[in-house]
Nanobody, 124 residues
């Protein structure tokens, strides 16, 4: 069983930065594609970024490309999402997910394991 726990969210001003963290069970980040999704209550999850295990290839939603960066620290079994130039439109709950197929795709249905999410709020 894979367990994912997010942290690092908070309240920031327009233009500020945050780094989200996703701590995984031992061995998880070295064998699964990992991703970040926006998780609005009552809405479908929206893809933000992913990183594959096999070749470390990264993927980004068009809306965040150039501002957000996903990375992985295998020593700590942790995946990060560096979020720069934040705006109010980025306010949401952000969840991390793991995909055993290692595709790193944009479809939430491809991911088997999910964290509880961490809140990001950006004020004007």
């Amino acid at each position: 069983q894979v367990q994912l726990v997010e942290s690092g969210g908070g309240l920031v001003r327009d233009g500020d930065s945050l780094r989200l963290s996703c701590a995984a069970s031992v061995g998880t980040t070295g064998r699964y594609a990992m991703a970040w999704f926006r998780q609005t209550p009552g809405k479908r999850r929206e893809f933000v970024a992913s990183i594959r295990w096999s070749d470390s290839r990264t993927y980004y939603a068009t809306s965040v490309q150039g501002r957000f960066s996903i990375s992985r620290d295998n020593t700590k079994n942790t995946v990060y999402l560096q979020m720069n130039s934040l705006g109010p439109e980025n306010t949401d709950v952000y969840s991390c997910a793991a995909d055993s197929d290692d595709s790193g795709g944009y479809d939430a249905a491809e991911y088997e394991y999910w964290g509880q999410g961490t809140q990001v709020t950006v004020s004007s």
